[in-house]
């Protein structure tokens, strides 16, 4: 699959989801910068909001396997992974899969599960693979984590560490709708037997496994690769930064570069490109200081000043 048809392939998919999601277009192509960077994507929003039917819609307009998984404060890794169970025919142990074994997993409200259940996640989202009792086991290819949490409640939360913050490509959140979205979901519920929302399948598997080859493909001038370096290497010495973003941060901001240039049908990155997934690839990946935090500061408000400092190359 070339650009252009990996391209018109996501356009599809996006077309399709936003048919049974009401959001912006901005909200879809943040997920499927993760699904063409091979990442998983992080949802930071209120209930109600639609997290759920859009992981959903992604996983089935994809031609995916779904699984959700609701994390609770008594969630057990077993129940995440899977585990081994003795079959007394056989006289012997099989391993019985986990929801994690799917293509797409909502790993909804995760950080509501305690700190071990959170870290059977890190092996899973990094090497695609879980470990039980010694024993490894392969996920699904493409594997795929949507998870979200509620960013109002505290109450028996966990917050997750920054080690497993940055396992995630993007973190977005999908927002109220305006007025007239939510008009339009008013009608929908008037009349649901009838106008129930459905997404059918754009892609098969194969697809989706040549679509996230294609940004390999995408060309990187080597002034952009500076321009990415100094981005990321600026948010170090911010002074409202204690931590900032990682080698592996900068890796992430080079992929969602060459995804967002493909979802633009373009063989080559732009600076408009890494300015444009900067802050949802960024943001959440920054420590910022204990004075930074009292005083209210906002990541993406750190990225957007880090972007504005940093001399943007000239592309001919």
């Given amino acids: 699959m070339d650009i252009p048809e990996a391209s018109e392939a996501c356009g599809d998919v996006l077309a399709e989801v936003s048919k049974a999601v009401i959001a912006e277009q901005e909200f879809f192509e943040r997920i499927m910068l993760g699904v063409l960077s091979r990442g998983h994507v992080l949802l930071e929003d209120v209930p109600g909001t639609g997290k759920t039917l859009s992981a959903r819609s992604v996983a089935t307009a994809l031609g ?3 699984s959700r998984v609701q994390f609770t404060p008594d969630l057990l890794p077993s ?3 899977g585990t081994n169970i003795y079959n007394e025919r056989e006289k012997s142990f099989e391993f019985s899969e986990g929801p994690i074994f799917a293509n797409v997993v909502l790993a909804d409200e995760i950080n509501r599960a305690p700190p071990k259940t959170q870290a059977a996640l890190l092996e899973a989202m990094e090497e695609a693979q879980v470990t039980v009792d010694g024993e490894t086991h392969e996920l699904p290819k493409p594997f795929f984590v949507i998870a979200t949490q509620n960013p109002v409640e505290s109450e028996g939360t966990f917050p997750l560490p920054e080690a497993q913050i ?3 490509v993007v973190k977005t959140e999908i927002g109220y709708p305006d007025a007239d ?4 979901l008013l009608r929908r519920r008037v009349g649901r037997e009838s106008r129930s929302p459905s997404v059918r399948s754009v892609l098969t598997r194969d ?3 040549d679509v996230r080859l294609v940004p390999e493909d995408v060309r990187v ?3 952009l690769l500076r321009y990415m370096a100094d981005v ?3 948010t170090r010495t911010d002074r409202r930064v204690e931590v900032g973003v990682s080698p592996r941060g900068t890796q992430r901001l080079l992929e969602a570069s060459r995804a967002r240039a493909v979802l633009s049908g373009r063989a080559f990155v732009t600076p408009d490109d890494v300015k444009r997934v900067a802050p949802a690839v960024l943001a959440h990946r920054l420590v910022l200081t204990p004075d930074a935090q009292v005083n ?3 990541k993406a408000d750190v990225v957007s000043d880090v972007l504005g400092r940093v001399d943007v190359p000239t592309v001919e």
């Fill in 166 to 168: 940055d396992r995630f």
């Fill in 79 to 81: 129940d995440v992974t």
């Fill in 232 to 234: 990321a290497r600026t």
């Fill in 296 to 298: 209210d500061v906002a």
């Fill in 221 to 223: 001038d080597e002034d």
């Fill in 207 to 209: 697809e989706v496994m």
């Fill in 181 to 184: 979205g939510e008009v339009e």
């Fill in 64 to 66: 995916l396997s779904f």
